[in-house]
């Protein structure tokens, strides 16, 4: 299942997966551009790239900052199943 974490002013959005079975989850972060996207994926909490499409080295640093700064977030929202779920936590 994939989840929305949160939509910046410029429609950057940033979408989490449930857990796999060793726990790490899947983010994806999409800014739309002309004619397609710019998108990274990464894995958490390993932080590991898999997938850069478009953003610049500075672009890419900003965007692993955020993940880092909310890691733990949506590694919990993640491990119930969502945040509309993290309510019960």
């Known amino acids: 299942m994939k989840y929305s974490y949160v939509v910046f002013p410029d429609e950057t959005e940033v979408t989490y997966s449930d857990p796999d079975s ?13 004619r397609g996207f710019k998108s990274l994926e990464c894995i958490l909490p390993s932080y590991t790239i ?12 900003s965007l692993m900052d ?22 019960a936590i």
């Open 66 to 87: 955020f993940l880092c700064d909310n890691a733990h977030l949506i590694l919990e929202y993640a491990a119930v199943g969502g945040f509309e779920n993290a309510a």
């Open 50 to 61: 898999v997938e850069n499409t478009g953003y610049t080295d500075a672009e890419t640093q």
């Open 22 to 34: 060793d726990g790490n989850v899947r983010v994806r972060i999409e800014t739309p551009i002309d």
